[in-house]
Nanobody, 115 residues
């Protein structure tokens, strides 16, 4: 079992920055691949960034060059640094931990980007 708690959301003006954190507990954090998802209002949840247990990263085209995902295995935490935020980045951001057998989700943190 893995428990995930996201934090760092809030209200920011377009062009601003936020850093989201996802703290994990309960299992071997370093063995899990980690993802950040965005569920925008009225839309399906979509993956925006992923980092493997080995540190490889991948991003949705919509956030490439603006968002950076990283992990600190010593702190059991994954981060999402979001720069040059746009109103379309608004929504609930969820953290997901996955291994070959199952996955776990956090409760989400709200981000609102005003124009």
């Amino acid at each position: 079992q893995v428990q995930l708690v996201e934090s760092g959301g809030g209200l920011v003006q377009a062009g601003g920055s936020l850093r989201l954190s996802c703290a994990a507990s309960g299992s071997i954090f370093s063995a899990h691949d980690m993802d950040w998802y965005l569920q925008a209002p009225g839309k399906q949840r979509e993956m925006v960034a992923t980092i493997t247990s080995g540190g490889s990263t991948n991003y949705a085209d919509s956030v490439k060059g603006r968002f950076t995902i990283s992990r600190d295995n010593a702190k059991n935490t994954v981060y999402l640094q979001m720069n040059s935020l746009k109103p379309e980045d608004t929504g609930v951001y969820y953290c997901r931990a996955r291994n070959r057998w199952t996955d776990y989700w956090g409760q989400g943190t709200h981000v609102t980007v005003s124009s």
